[in-house]
């Protein structure tokens, strides 16, 4: 475990990315000054949305059967840190508390959201990961405005056949 600062988020919501055709989980921050678009698989976003959202399976999904589990023997989640982004992947670990130990599991963000919010555990993100991510959009703000300089720039006249 390293000894980077961890900034708490919040699921504030999916969205669909038509582009991808892919959920996109969006993390805030608690300042709601930085957020963080996770993309992830259909059933992750629907295990997200329906433990968000209150709504219980007659059977036990994936995620709930992990935290029973987990339960079973003894252990909770105490948080979810998605530690860094390597080749445009996401990487997480998962905080278990075992008696006085902590056992950290490797998994997807998205796998671990779903158990953080089924065991109300708090989420965090590495501040090189919302770094790195505010660095990716301000790159694509100044596109777009490079954008719209060569478009504001245009005239009729570069529309004329040759």
Not at 1 to 26: H, L, N, R, T, Y
Not at 50 to 67: C, F, G, I, N, Q
Not at 128 to 146: G, H, P, R, Y
Request: charged share 30%; net charge negative.
């Amino acid at each position: 475990m390293s000894a980077e600062q961890e900034i708490p988020v919040d699921v504030a919501g999916i969205a669909f990315d038509p582009k991808k055709k892919s959920p996109v989980v969006i993390l805030r921050d608690a300042a709601a000054e930085r957020v963080l678009p996770i993309w992830v698989g259909s059933f992750e976003a629907n295990a997200i949305i329906a433990e968000k959202e209150h709504v219980k399976s007659p059977r036990p999904m994936t995620h709930d059967l992990l935290k029973r589990v987990v339960l079973t023997l003894g252990a909770a989640v105490n948080r979810v840190v998605i530690t860094e982004i390597r080749d445009n992947t996401f990487y997480a670990e998962l905080h278990l508390v075992y008696g006085e130990d902590e056992i950290l599991v490797d998994c997807r963000p998205s796998d671990g959201i779903a158990l953080a919010l089924r065991f109300n555990a708090p989420i965090f993100v590495a501040e090189s990961v919302l770094a790195f991510e505010e660095s990716k959009q301000q790159s694509a703000v100044l596109n777009t405005e490079d954008l719209s300089r060569f478009l504001d720039g245009l005239t009729p006249d570069d529309f004329e056949k040759r």
